[in-house]
């Protein structure tokens, strides 16, 4: 006794459902100096894959979508334009690592009106980047499996 097209078709949509979520979440890293490569790195399932110019970040996105960017302050001087450009292309959550003096600046309040998400502070703390990452992770691929 054999399974019919619908069934298997329920067993194929579940089995990638399962994958889907076991796989190794992207992050890119939008940075020219790497400073917190290994912090962002750190005790979560994920590969960080740093890109230190636009050009090569459009490169990466002609080949796979992240499920999350981070974007140091060093990357470029057009960050907000950066954030807009990024935000119409996708859905991808967005995160500012933004040096500790901007910290109630207009520049951070322009940054939110672009379209980041979250906004971490230089020095990165650790605790800090898993509590805003981690769920942004998750509305991700919640998002991603309601498609």
């Known amino acids: 006794m054999g399974f019919d097209d619908s069934q298997l078709a329920t067993i194929y949509d579940l089995n990638t459902h ?3 979520l076991n796989r190794t979440r992207s ?8 400073d917190w490569f290994f912090t962002l790195q750190c005790n979560l399932p994920i590969q960080v894959i740093p890109i230190p110019t636009s050009e090569v970040l459009m490169e990466y996105l ?3 979508m992240p499920d999350l960017i981070v974007i140091d302050k060093d990357f470029e001087t057009n960050t907000l334009e950066l954030i807009v450009r990024l935000q119409s292309l996708m859905e991808t959550p967005i995160v500012l690592i933004a040096p500790k003096e901007k910290k109630s600046s207009r520049f951070i309040k322009k940054a939110y009106l672009s379209g980041i998400h979250d906004v971490l502070f230089d020095p990165v703390d650790p605790e800090e980047w898993q509590e805003i990452a981690k769920p942004l992770l998750k509305i991700k691929t919640t998002h991603s499996q309601s498609h």
């Open 27 to 34: 992050v890119f890293y939008l940075t020219q100096t790497a």
């Open 62 to 64: 002609s080949i796979r």
């Open 18 to 20: 399962k994958l889907a």
